[in-house]
Nanobody
Framework: QVQLVESGGGLAQPGGSLRLSCAASGLTLDYYRIGWFRQAPGKEREGVGCITSRREGGTYYATSVKGRFTISRDNAKNTLYLQMNGLKPEDTAVYYC??????????????????????WGQGTQVTVSS
């Protein structure tokens, strides 16, 4: 049974940092494209970033987070991370990690589309407020 479990969310001040984790069981993260998505209250879920397999070697970010957020992976722990720096109130959302392979393998082609990801975590709340 595949499980993705996010953790690390919480309350941060504007300009602060948080690191989210996505721990996987039932699949090997390095064989999949892994995406981070977020959903703010009253808004649709949107893509934050995507990382390919280590062999593909690609990382992609939404314009709104580029330069502030960084995706990394620890294959030994089968865990993915989202380092969030320079947080803004508009970053407040539930953050989800997702894994996909169908159609485009471990690349991040069309990564902003939720349909490119077969497995989803339950989400972790991030609130940015003073």
């Amino acid at each position: 049974q595949v499980q993705l479990v996010e953790s690390g969310g919480g309350l941060a001040q504007p300009g602060g940092s948080l690191r989210l984790s996505c721990a996987a069981s039932g699949l090997t993260l390095d064989y999949y494209r892994i995406g981070w998505f977020r959903q703010a209250p009253g808004k649709e879920r949107e893509g934050v970033g995507c990382i390919t397999s280590r062999r593909e070697g690609g990382t992609y970010y939404a314009t709104s987070v580029k330069g502030r957020f960084t995706i990394s992976r620890d294959n030994a722990k089968n865990t993915l991370y989202l380092q969030m720096n320079g947080l803004k109130p508009e970053d407040t959302a539930v953050y989800y990690c997702a894994a996909g392979y169908q159609q485009y393998g471990s690349t991040c082609i069309l990564w902003t589309r939720e349909s490119q990801f077969e497995y989803w975590g339950q989400g972790t709340q991030v609130t940015v407020s003073s």
